[in-house]
């Protein structure tokens, strides 16, 4: 077990709605990433925060967004929900520059 | 930006015998070469990372070899188990900043 959690583990939404993701990193880690992982292909990055600053962003766009939090747990809000929006999306935590580690994910589903 | 190709997408190895899994990046800023092993409903794991300024790197059953001249790196289990069937990614990035995956590379351990 890496110690980083996501809430919830599954989620179906109907296209044009607003989601949020939650992590909670492992202990005393101070950056968190997230990472979009489509059916049969690798994760894609989607941004990073260090310190609760933006650090960093994919090629997503703006109705993709984050928060991190002063204990460093984080969000991931996407608006407007397309279908090409169901995934596995994935948060890794890390601290500043070392090893990341990932949660279990939560499996985003929109019809 | 940094591309990786990872080789082959499906390997289907004896129980006992060797896999061998190939990446090529394209990034020479790259210094930092993680391998995730990823299981049926879950979020990658790490299993063993190179750093750029290494050439080879072995744990137990596990080495991973890194060439910067010609940008390629390479997996190699030994003595493959039934557990080992898995997908795994190679991985790619400057130390501190987001990670870039190859599509993966779906191991089967025959009995």
């Known amino acids: 077990e890496t110690g980083v959690t996501q809430s919830p583990t599954h989620l179906i939404k109907t296209r044009g709605q607003q989601v949020t993701l939650r992590c909670s990193s492992q202990?005393?880690?101070?950056?968190v990433s997230w990472y979009q992982q489509a059916l049969g292909q690798g994760p894609q990055f989607i941004f990073q925060?260090?310190?609760?600053?933006?650090?960093g962003r994919g090629n997503f766009p703006p109705r993709f967004s984050g928060l991190q939090f002063p204990n460093y747990s984080s969000e991931l809000n996407v608006n407007a929900l397309e279908l090409d929006d169901s995934a596995l999306y994935l948060c890794?935590?890390?601290?500043?520059?070392?090893?990341?580690?990932f949660g279990q994910g939560t499996r985003l589903t929109v019809v | 930006g940094e591309n990786v190709e990872q080789h082959p997408s499906t390997l289907s190895v004896q129980e006992g015998d060797s896999a061998v899994i190939k990446c090529t990046y394209s990034?020479?800023?790259?210094?930092?070469f993680p391998w995730y092993k990823q299981e049926l409903g879950k979020g990658p794991q790490l299993i063993i990372d190179?750093?750029?300024?290494?050439g080879e790197k072995k744990d137990q059953r596990i080495a991973v070899t890194l060439n910067k001249t010609a940008k390629h790196f390479s997996l190699h289990i030994t003595e493959t188990q039934p557990e080992d069937s898995a997908v795994y990614f190679c991985?790619?990035?400057?130390?501190?900043?987001?990670?870039?995956f190859g599509k993966g590379t779906r191991l089967h351990i025959l009995p």
């Open positions: 890794a935590s890390s601290l500043g520059a070392s090893e990341a580690f």
């Open positions: 991985a790619a990035s400057e130390w501190d900043d987001k990670i870039i």
């Open positions: 990034d020479s800023a790259s210094n930092y």
């Open positions: 925060y260090y310190r609760e600053e933006e650090n």
């Open positions: 190179i750093r750029s300024n290494v």
């Open positions: 202990s005393g880690h101070n950056t």
